[in-house]
C-alpha cells in the first residue's frame, strides 16, 4: 500500500474516530524514513485538525552512554538491549489514560543523547505516533508495548535504498566513506535485518 501522506492522515483520523486517545506504531529498520513520515504525518494530520496529533519517538528512549558503556554495549548502541523498554512501556499506559499531559523525552542525534522531558504530549493530542525501530518486535520485552497500540504501521523499503540512506546518514555526521561504510553495514544493517525478520504482522504495510 503506498498512500501519499494526505490520505494516510485522513485514514488515521478516520480509525481514531471520536477516541481521545488513538496511539499509532509506526515502525521500519533503521533508515526506512520513520522521523520524516512520522513527522509529515503529524503535520498532516495538524492541518487537517489543528492539535490534533503529535510524535513520540522511541529514540528518546535510548540508554546514556554512562549506562551502556560499562556493559560493554556502546560499540552496539542502537540495538535493541540499548533502550528502555519499561519507561517507554510507562509512558504507553500514561498516554493511554490520556487524563493528563505526559513529558516524554527525545534524541538529540548531535550530542548523541536522550533529553528527559524534550516534549510533552496533551491531552488534547488525540493521535499519538510512536515511531522507532523495535516497536514490534516479536521478542519479550518489546512484545509488552502491543496492547498499547491502536493501529500498527510497518514501513517497507528495499534493503539497498536503506543501506544508501544510512552510509549517506554517516557521512553527513562527519564520517568518512570507509567508517560510514562499515558502520552502516556492521551495525545499522544488522539491526535493519532483525527488525525485517522479527517483526509481527502489521495492521498495515506503507510501501
Given at each position: 500500500m503506498t498512500p501519499d501522506i494526505s490520505t494516510m492522515a485522513t485514514r488515521l483520523r478516520q480509525a481514531a474516530g471520536e477516541r481521545q486517545r488513538f496511539i499509532v506504531a509506526l515502525a521500519g529498520p533503521p533508515g526506512a524514513g520513520k522521523s520524516f513520515l512520522s513527522t509529515a504525518l503529524c503535520q498532516a494530520l495538524n492541518e487537517q485538525e489543528m492539535?490534533?496529533?503529535?510524535?513520540?519517538?522511541?529514540?528518546?528512549?535510548?540508554?546514556?552512554?554512562?549506562?551502556?558503556?560499562?556493559?560493554?554495549?556502546?560499540?552496539?548502541?542502537?540495538?535493541?538491549?540499548?533502550?528502555?523498554?519499561?519507561?517507554?512501556?510507562?509512558?504507553?499506559?500514561?498516554?493511554?489514560?490520556?487524563?493528563?499531559?505526559?513529558?516524554v523525552p527525545i534524541f538529540d542525534r548531535p550530542l548523541d543523547l536522550a533529553r528527559a522531558g524534550g516534549r510533552i504530549i496533551q491531552t488534547s493530542h488525540r493521535i499519538v505516533l510512536v515511531e522507532g525501530n523495535y516497536l514490534l518486535l516479536d521478542k519479550p520485552p518489546w512484545t509488552?508495548?502491543?496492547?498499547?497500540f491502536d493501529m500498527t504501521i510497518f514501513i517497507d523499503v528495499p534493503e539497498d535504498v536503506i543501506e544508501e540512506r544510512l552510509i549517506q546518514r554517516w557521512l553527513d555526521m562527519g564520517q568518512d566513506r570507509e567508517g560510514a561504510e562499515e558502520r552502516a553495514r556492521f551495525k545499522d544493517m544488522i539491526n535493519m535485518q532483525l527488525v525485517n525478520a522479527h517483526s509481527v504482522a502489521p495492521d498495515m504495510i506503507w510501501r
Amino acid at each position: 500500500m503506498t498512500p501519499d501522506i494526505s490520505t494516510m492522515a485522513t485514514r488515521l483520523r478516520q480509525a481514531a474516530g471520536e477516541r481521545q486517545r488513538f496511539i499509532v506504531a509506526l515502525a521500519g529498520p533503521p533508515g526506512a524514513g520513520k522521523s520524516f513520515l512520522s513527522t509529515a504525518l503529524c503535520q498532516a494530520l495538524n492541518e487537517q485538525e489543528m492539535g490534533i496529533a503529535e510524535i513520540v519517538p522511541m529514540d528518546g528512549y535510548h540508554f546514556d552512554n554512562a549506562v551502556i558503556e560499562p556493559q560493554g554495549l556502546l560499540p552496539v548502541k542502537g540495538a535493541p538491549e540499548t533502550f528502555d523498554v519499561d519507561g517507554l512501556l510507562r509512558d504507553l499506559a500514561r498516554l493511554r489514560a490520556a487524563d493528563r499531559n505526559v513529558a516524554v523525552p527525545i534524541f538529540d542525534r548531535p550530542l548523541d543523547l536522550a533529553r528527559a522531558g524534550g516534549r510533552i504530549i496533551q491531552t488534547s493530542h488525540r493521535i499519538v505516533l510512536v515511531e522507532g525501530n523495535y516497536l514490534l518486535l516479536d521478542k519479550p520485552p518489546w512484545t509488552g508495548l502491543a496492547p498499547l497500540f491502536d493501529m500498527t504501521i510497518f514501513i517497507d523499503v528495499p534493503e539497498d535504498v536503506i543501506e544508501e540512506r544510512l552510509i549517506q546518514r554517516w557521512l553527513d555526521m562527519g564520517q568518512d566513506r570507509e567508517g560510514a561504510e562499515e558502520r552502516a553495514r556492521f551495525k545499522d544493517m544488522i539491526n535493519m535485518q532483525l527488525v525485517n525478520a522479527h517483526s509481527v504482522a502489521p495492521d498495515m504495510i506503507w510501501r
